[in-house]
């Protein structure tokens, strides 16, 4: 599950915000080891340690960064991405966004 929580930490920092549903399906597309719904729940109801170093919490059916959920700005955010493709590096320009600085 290392690479599921490298994926979470990833689009997080990219996005600010990642529903279960684009996780999965960004995930699955970009990995022959295909995970469930179910997986992403788990982390969703007990967090890794990894994802609170990295300041992402869950919220709602979402990860979220911190600063976002400790501003109100979740929401606001959402509406602004409502509708809007998102940008979906490849699997190794992807994996570079675990490093927040990137």
């Known amino acids: 599950m ?3 929580i ?3 930490i990833a689009l997080t920092n990219l996005y600010g ?4 549903q684009l ?4 995930y699955n597309s970009q990995n022959e080891e295909q995970i469930s719904l179910a997986d992403i729940e788990q982390q969703l109801k007990k967090p890794d340690a990894e994802l609170e170093q990295n300041f992402i919490y ?3 059916q979402s990860f979220a960064h911190e600063s976002l959920i400790e501003f ?3 929401e606001q955010l959402l509406v602004k991405q409502a509708g809007k493709p ?3 590096p490849e699997q190794a320009e992807l994996l ?3 490093d927040e600085y990137y």
């Open 17 to 20: 915000i990642v529903s279960k």
């Open 2 to 4: 290392k690479r599921l």
């Open 58 to 60: 869950p919220y709602r």
């Open 96 to 98: 570079n966004y675990v």
């Open 23 to 26: 996780l999965l399906d960004i």
């Open 72 to 74: 109100d700005e979740c």
């Open 6 to 8: 490298d994926y979470i």
């Open 86 to 88: 998102h940008y979906i």
